[in-house]
């Protein structure tokens, strides 16, 4: 009797991993920009037969200074945006508080992994999880996640240097998502 392969499935952080992060916030679709290479990362990371999801903290909802229909015009243009170089991302899981309201989906909380686990029906360990900062490495291993922190967004300071110990011990390092990619790629 054949076993039916686990599916494989990809989570990513969005502000420092795939677009450009800002001090003030991504507010507006047209301040969401993707950082160099990261949408061709995702379509690649497809076609070698992975799914796609993003887990990110939007607390800029909490804190008023955008609407749910501003996030889901960003989220509308990076689709069209992966869709033209053949990409996809199935799904995005975000958190909408601020941090004072001390929820249990903001990262480093799991409760966005432990979402994406219940609708997809899976168990995320030993599934690779993508961030830039500790907070997202954090909740992806309490879940089981491998952590690969990307040099982008708040971890390009670490750049020339290793990580600090508020990342999770064992935390691979790539560049980038491009890297980060072409790991993946050559794992099989």
Request: aromatic share 6%; hydrophobic share 45%.
């Amino acid at each position: 009797m054949l076993k039916t392969p686990a599916m494989k499935l990809c989570i990513l952080d969005r502000d420092g991993t795939i677009n450009v992060d800002r001090d003030d916030y991504v507010k507006t679709a047209l301040e969401w920009e993707p950082l160099p290479g990261a949408l061709e990362a995702i379509a690649r990371i497809n076609h070698a037969g992975w799914h796609v999801v993003v887990a990110s903290n939007q607390s800029g909802l909490g804190r008023g200074l955008f609407d749910v229909a501003a996030l889901n015009a960003m989220h509308a243009k990076m689709h069209r945006m992966l869709a033209a170089v053949g990409g996809r991302v199935d799904a995005v899981f975000y958190c909408p508080h601020a941090p004072e309201e001390v929820c249990s989906c903001r990262k480093p909380a799991p409760g966005l992994f432990t979402q994406i686990a219940e609708r997809y029906g899976v168990v995320l360990a030993g599934m690779p999880s993508v961030g830039d900062s500790a907070r997202d490495l954090v909740a992806a291993q309490a879940v089981g996640c491998v952590p690969h922190a990307v040099l982008t967004g708040k971890a390009a300071a670490y750049r020339d240097q290793p990580l600090p110990a508020t990342y999770p011990a064992h935390t691979v390092v790539h560049a980038d998502l491009a890297a980060f990619a072409e790991y993946l790629v050559a794992q099989g």
